[in-house]
């Protein structure tokens, strides 16, 4: 079992930035593609970025891309989400997610794939 908890998020002002963090306990990271997804409210689940287990490979969704990094420490067990230039369309919770594998480089945006979810970190960006 994988334990992921999400931290970081909060009130922002449009253009502002917030880092988010996922802790995980239980088992070691690094075994394991991470993902960030975000659900806003009234609206499906959404993939924002993943990261293989070598932190060599990302993939991002076309409305984050350039200005979120996602990145990982599998030493700390901890993966991140720096977002910056945020806008009000970028309010929602934040998810982060863990799928094991033995792939290297393999990384995916599907939910589906993903066995577990944190709770969810709050991001409100204001106008």
């Known amino acids: 079992q994988v334990q992921l908890v999400e931290s970081g998020g909060g009130l922002v002002q449009a253009g502002g930035s917030l880092r988010l963090s996922c802790a995980a306990s239980?088992?070691?990271?690094?075994?394991?593609?991470m993902g960030w997804f975000r659900q806003a409210p009234g609206k499906e689940r959404e993939f924002v970025a993943t990261?293989?287990?070598?932190?060599?490979?990302?993939y991002y969704a076309d409305s984050v891309k350039g200005r979120f990094t996602i990145s990982r420490d599998n030493a700390k067990n901890t993966t991140y989400l720096q977002m910056n230039s945020l806008k009000p369309e970028d309010t929602a919770v934040y998810y982060c997610?863990?799928?094991?594998?033995?792939?290297?480089?393999?990384?995916?945006?599907?939910?589906?794939?993903?066995?577990?979810w944190g709770q969810g970190t709050q991001v409100t960006v204001s106008s």
């Open positions: 239980g088992r070691t990271l690094s075994t394991y593609v």
């Open positions: 997610a863990a799928k094991y594998s033995r792939g290297y480089y393999y990384y995916t945006s599907s939910s589906a794939q993903y066995d577990y």
């Open positions: 990261i293989s287990i070598s932190g060599g490979r990302t």
